[in-house]
């Protein structure tokens, strides 16, 4: 499995309190994506990044930001949470080594709660 | 991005060959089909990729047609475990590419003993 790691794993927050979930990758690779995943909805982009400090919107992205500090790190912040980000979250990554391919590794998830 | 259309569920037993098609005619000349497989509680794993006529890898193989309007994924010889949610994508390959992926409802296929 590609070194992707999100923490924390299971999370349960209150309507209006700031959230932030991690991503960590240990493969240097350039590109990383943050998903949610809702019944119904399959997979949805919510951000990525392309570098360092470099990210961009996806299409689910209001009430979401995010950071790019290190390579290794993509950090997803909910600034005041609400039930509608009740959610599983996923980050992937992608090298560029392989620029034809599709190929994205996906970490375990976080399953987030908002009451 | 070229959307896609795929069978909510298919039903199959085990050491039967499955075949899920999935349709995409906006498709255009810089995109690939690529198809994930995704698990109870794991995030979507990548199966495989093409551009046209026949690939094939360990786990499947991808066929499509001169048209490229459609694409089918054949699982030969299924088992238990390929029990999962299949998703058919179209992703850009063009200049800029970014890598974004787009994601539909996926086939959910349930493979009985």
């Known amino acids: 499995d590609a070194g992707i790691t999100q923490s924390p794993r299971h999370k349960v927050t209150e309507t209006g309190t700031p959230v932030t979930l991690r991503c960590h990758q240990t493969e240097n690779h350039r590109y990383m994506y943050w998903y949610r995943q809702d019944p119904g909805h399959g997979l949805r982009l919510i951000h990525y990044s392309y570098g360092v400090k470099d990210t961009d919107k996806g299409e689910v992205s209001d009430g979401y930001s995010v950071s790019r500090s290190k390579t290794e790190d993509f950090l997803l912040t909910l600034e005041s949470a609400t039930s509608s980000q009740t959610s599983v979250y996923f980050c992937?990554?992608?090298?560029?080594?392989?620029?034809?391919?599709?190929?994205?590794?996906f970490g375990p998830g976080t399953r987030l709660t908002v009451t | 991005l070229a959307k896609t259309t795929q069978p909510i569920s298919m039903d199959s037993y085990e050491g039967q060959e499955v075949n899920i098609t999935c349709s995409h005619n906006?498709?255009?000349?810089?995109?690939?089909i690529t198809w994930y497989q995704q698990f109870p509680s794991q995030g979507p794993r990548f199966i495989i990729q093409g551009y046209k006529t026949k690939v094939t890898n360990e786990v499947a193989s991808l066929f499509i047609p001169a048209d490229r309007k459609s694409s089918t994924l054949s699982l030969p010889r299924v088992s238990l475990s390929d029990t999962a949610v299949y998703y058919c994508?179209?992703?850009?390959?063009?200049?800029?590419?970014?890598?974004?992926?787009?994601f539909g409802q996926g086939t959910t296929l349930q493979v009985k003993p």
């Open positions: 906006n498709i255009a000349t810089n995109d690939y």
């Open positions: 992937a990554i992608r090298g560029t080594g392989t620029s034809l391919s599709s190929e994205q590794y």
């Open positions: 994508l179209v992703v850009s390959h063009g200049s800029g590419n970014t890598g974004k992926l787009i």
